[in-house]
């Protein structure tokens, strides 16, 4: 193999998941790596019903409300300050809480 394929398949490996792609963040705090171009949402999102749930999926946009979403994803509180694009199909249903 040629040093020049070589650094394809590195280059390759180091390549960020895309906004909606199904995630796994590693560690925690400063140890924390994370494959999404974004952020990797793996922890619990508030649904519309009350429940909440897990999406594991790298965040879209930020947004205020499901309008600044694109067609097929929902608005979702990722944390007590933020809130992200996420697909409807990830989580709650795509109903998330307001």
Same mark, same amino acid.
């Given at each position: 193999?040629?040093?020049? =394929?070589?650094? %394809?398949?590195? %280059?390759?490996?180091? /390549?960020? %998941?895309?906004?909606?792609? =199904?995630?796994?963040?590693?560690?925690?705090?400063?140890?924390?790596? $994370?494959?999404?171009?974004?952020?990797?949402?793996?922890?619990?999102?508030?649904? /519309? $019903?009350?429940?909440?749930?897990?999406?594991?999926?790298?965040?879209? $946009?930020?947004?205020?409300?499901? =309008?600044?979403?694109?067609?097929?994803?929902?608005? /979702?509180?990722? $944390?007590?300050?933020?809130?992200?694009? %996420?697909?409807?199909?990830?989580?709650?249903?795509?109903?998330? =809480?307001?």
């Amino acid at each position: 193999m040629s040093m020049r =394929a070589v650094w %394809l398949l590195v %280059l390759a490996g180091c /390549a960020n %998941l895309g906004p909606g792609e =199904a995630c796994e963040a590693t560690g925690d705090g400063f140890t924390r790596r $994370d494959p999404c171009e974004t952020t990797c949402i793996g922890w619990s999102v508030a649904c /519309a $019903d009350g429940t909440s749930a897990v999406p594991a999926v790298c965040a879209g $946009d930020a947004c205020e409300a499901d =309008a600044d979403c694109p067609a097929g994803w929902g608005c /979702a509180a990722t $944390d007590s300050f933020a809130r992200a694009c %996420l697909p409807a199909s990830s989580a709650c249903g795509g109903a998330f =809480a307001p």
